[in-house]
């Protein structure tokens, strides 16, 4: 037994990830999430269910996503060998699809006919607007005005897709905002909606249900690593917002002791200004949002403070319960890279590889450049390619002086 | 005995209805808040929930988050909150006061800190809307040492046993959430109302009063006829977004419009 074994036995019953995670919503969606958890433990061990589940992710989604080593690119840093797990060729371009295609399953087993979202980025918007369209649910996505300036791309596709976006003009307009709408959102029709929670927060079984459906992505990356490169890699690199990616890279290699996991945030203008999202390294205080206990941005009087990143993904002010728990045990650890660092990882992966990868998936690239050159040409890390880079492109342009 | 129980025990002596009135504390501004509650006591108040302001309130409908802005604006924190609460308890040493919030900025003070000092303001109650029982395990023991009574909402969605839970951690009163919904929402069917109450009345003594959806002396009388206690919140609230720019002269209007509802209650 390994000294992080009791990792892979969370949530307990009630939903705890140690002090996090929990249900801390208001009694009308009590019944709701028991029922979902419910649901989803019976069809957990399904052999039935898991075996649609494979079949959607092999014929509709893609998978396996390949693992691609990065020769120029690792080369041209002059140190580990850096590996791509690469989500950004799912169908959808995003990681996010592998759990709206479980979610949706749930939804239709529960006989819910219409489905919601929150979305940042867009990509859980456009995974969840895909698989509504694909079974014929209704759907609707929250989605922070602001966002829906910046993704203007992913709005326009969620429109194609028969979804309805509904920009949240409340509090800071952006990720967390359109959390509360689309809780209030189910809060009044829960009867006939599913909510599908896009990242593995939220009250439970959310953050368990999301983490089971993206640990595809480390499954895959642990068997590919053992073919590819002939043993587990040195250090797995992701982006962390809520932690869906991250989480599912992480989590099926958790008991493997000697690879080492960076878990990284938006760090905006600098953690050190103030004017980042990165909850984890800048050691937020302990707090309770949308229905779980993690660590979280709040001012002195507990109120949620604003967020800011170049990646509308990971502009939110907490993260995964289970994310941090893994900081406060130590399993995982977690960084910041500032815009103009993921920025300029963003440019060179592109130039260097042909890859172009979205502004969140980044900020992992950001840190493998970090990473890399300092460890030996005979090490390996395998950086999580989220997402790709084409819904960015406006923003971008932006940043180069260049209107569309 | 707590104010609120004494307060309940005379109600069920008079054979009358609570009128449980709320509003946001320091909305529109920290200043007008003690005077607003003193108006709703005048205007036949029996219990005054006071909102503690929240920057993401989830469970609430724009009239109320509205609300929790201008108080924010104000940056109304939970010291302000007790500070009110002492100055209201000045003048009224009777009138049961419930704080009704959201976990994080309690969870920020500490909850130690949150129960001495709430008790020492003079607060009697507290309902925490998104920490349903079975999270209140740490916060539970605290309240009660400093006679603080936990008071639980229940929905249309609860199940028998989860009502059954929710009933024996419950004090005070119970605070039925009359329709699936965020505050603020569409009107309420009072029957389905009354055959869910029938259920909980099987299961406990504690009194029930019922929110959400209660707008006029209408509503109020029809809910207050199969309710122990009728709870107002966005109706008040959005008479103070209203006057928000003359903020001296909601306090007649608050007046007015929880009046109506009491002599509504009271025909």
Redesign the interface.
């Known amino acids: 037994m390994t000294k992080f074994s009791d990792l892979t036995r969370l949530p307990d019953d ?1 939903g705890h990830f140690g002090p996090y995670g ?11 999430l ?1 029922e979902l958890e419910k649901t989803y433990l019976s069809l957990r061990d399904d052999p039935d269910f898991q075996a649609k589940f494979d079949y959607d992710l092999a014929h509709y989604v893609g998978r396996p996503s390949p693992l691609y080593h990065a020769e120029r690119w690792s080369s041209h840093l002059g140190g580990a060998q850096i590996w791509l797990k690469r989500e950004d060729l799912n169908h959808t371009g995003a990681h996010k699809v592998n759990n709206t295609i479980g979610q949706a399953l749930l939804a239709k087993k529960g006989g819910k006919p219409r489905v919601i979202a929150e979305t940042g980025a867009g990509q859980h918007g456009v995974a969840t607007a895909t698989v509504a369209a694909r079974l014929g649910l209704k759907c609707d996505i929250y989605m922070g005005a602001e966002d829906v300036e910046r993704q203007k791309l992913n709005v326009y596709r969620m429109h194609l897709l028969g979804a309805n976006v509904i920009p949240v003009e ?2 800071s307009r952006t990720l ?2 359109a959390m ?1 709408e689309a ?2 959102d189910w ?5 006939d909606t599913f909510y599908i929670i896009g990242t593995v927060a939220g009250p439970h079984p959310y953050p368990m249900l999301v983490r089971d459906f993206n640990a595809v992505v480390g499954r895959e990356a642990r068997r590919q690593s053992l073919e590819q490169i002939g043993r587990l890699p040195d250090a797995l690199v992701a982006c962390v917002g809520g932690g869906s990616n991250a989480m599912g890279l992480f989590y099926p290699f958790v008991e493997d002791e000697d690879v080492r996991m960076y878990g990284v945030e938006a760090g905006g203008d600098g953690v050190e200004t103030g004017r980042h999202a990165a909850p984890l390294t800048a050691n937020a ?7 779980n ?1 993690t660590y ?1 941005m ?1 001012d ?5 403070t604003d967020t800011h990143s170049i990646s509308a993904g990971l502009d939110y002010p907490g993260v995964g319960p289970e994310h941090a728990l893994w900081k406060d045990v130590g399993r995982v650890e977690y960084v910041a890279a500032n815009d103009d660092k993921v920025l300029e990882a963003f440019r060179e992966l592109t130039r260097m590889e042909g890859i172009m990868p979205a502004l969140e998936s980044a900020h992992a690239l950001a840190h493998a450049k970090v990473l890399a050159p300092t460890m030996r040409p005979d090490q390996h890390i395998v950086v999580n390619l989220s997402g790709r880079g084409d819904k960015d492109i406006l923003t971008v342009a932006k940043i180069d002086g260049v209107n569309f | 005995m707590n104010r609120i129980d004494q307060r309940f025990a005379a109600l069920k002596e008079q054979g009358r209805t609570a009128l449980i009135p709320y509003i946001t504390a320091g909305d529109p501004s920290p200043d007008y808040t003690v005077s607003y509650m003193h108006a709703l006591v005048e205007a036949g108040a029996d219990v005054i929930e006071l909102g503690i302001p929240f920057s993401d309130p989830m469970a609430d409908g724009p009239v109320i988050q509205k609300a929790c802005e201008r108080a924010l604006k104000h940056n109304t924190r939970l010291s302000h909150v007790f500070a009110m609460v002492s100055e209201f308890r000045r003048q009224d040493s009777d009138t049961p006061v419930v704080l009704m919030g959201y976990l994080n900025p309690i969870e920020r003070l500490g909850y130690p800190t949150f129960a001495k000092q709430a008790a020492e303001a003079g607060v009697d109650g507290v309902l925490i809307v998104d920490m349903p029982p079975e999270e209140a395990d740490e916060i539970a023991p605290l309240l009660k040492e400093h006679h603080l009574q936990s008071i639980f909402l229940v929905a249309p969605t609860t199940s028998e046993a989860r009502a059954a839970t929710i009933c024996a951690h419950g004090e005070g009163y119970l605070y039925y959430v009359s329709l699936k919904g965020v505050t603020g929402a569409a009107s309420l069917d009072v029957a389905a109302v009354d055959r869910q109450l029938d259920v909980l009345r099987k299961l406990t003594g504690l009194p029930l009063c019922v929110g959400f959806g209660i707008r006029d002396g209408a509503s109020a009388a029809a809910v207050g006829k199969v309710a122990d206690g009728v709870i107002v919140g966005s109706a008040l609230v959005s008479r103070i977004a209203e006057g928000c720019e003359r903020p001296e002269s909601v306090t007649a209007e608050l007046k007015t419009v929880l009046g109506e509802m009491r002599q509504a209650l009271d025909a």
């Open positions: 009630r929990g249900r801390f919503v208001s009694e009308t969606l009590s019944f709701a028991e409340s509090g967390k905002d509360n809780l209030r809060v009044t029709n829960v009867d205080p302990r707090g309770v949002l949308h229905g206990r979280l709040s002195e009087g507990g109120q949620i």
